[in-house]
C-alpha cells in the first residue's frame, strides 16, 4: 500500500507560479510511476503529468507543457509539480498519483494509488 499526500494548493491571481508536493509513504520501492491529474469544476479528473520513478522521464498533457514541470525528490520520497503562468483554466483539485505497472507512465488512468488532492484556484 502507498499512501500519498499532498499541499501547496491555494488561491493565486492569472500568471503567477504555484508548487504542488506529494509526499509518498508505504511501499514506495517498486514503483513504476508518479503523477498528477486534476479535476476542474463540473469536469472528469484529467491527466496533467507523469514521472517514471528510476527512469526520471516525463509525460506533460498538451495544455501544460512548458508551464508546468513534474519532479522528484528521491531522499524525501516527494514528488512535485511546479506550475507558472497560471490560467484560470488550471484551477481544479489537483490529485498525486502512484502505479506499480509500466503502463501506468503513460497515464494516470493506469495509476494504483491517489492522494486525497489539493484545490488550486486561479483567480482572473
Not at 483554466?89 to 492522494?115: L, P, Q
Request: glycine letters at 12%.
Amino acid at each position: 500500500q502507498v499512501e500519498l499526500v499532498e499541499s501547496g494548493g491555494g488561491l493565486v491571481q492569472t500568471g503567477d507560479s504555484l508548487r504542488l508536493s506529494c509526499a509518498a509513504a508505504g511501499d514506495t520501492f517498486n514503483l513504476a510511476a508518479m503523477g498528477w491529474g486534476c479535476q476542474p469544476p463540473g469536469k472528469e479528473r484529467e491527466f496533467v503529468a507523469t514521472l517514471h520513478w528510476t527512469g526520471g522521464s516525463t509525460v506533460y498533457t498538451n495544455s501544460v507543457r512548458r508551464r508546468f514541470t513534474i519532479s522528484k525528490d528521491n531522499a524525501k520520497n516527494t514528488l512535485y509539480l511546479h506550475m507558472t503562468d497560471l490560467k484560470s483554466a488550471d484551477s481544479a483539485v489537483y490529485y498525486c498519483a502512484a502505479g506499480r505497472d509500466e503502463g501506468s507512465f503513460y497515464g494516470t488512468a493506469a495509476m494504483d494509488f491517489w492522494g486525497k488532492g489539493t484545490l488550486v484556484t486561479v483567480s482572473s
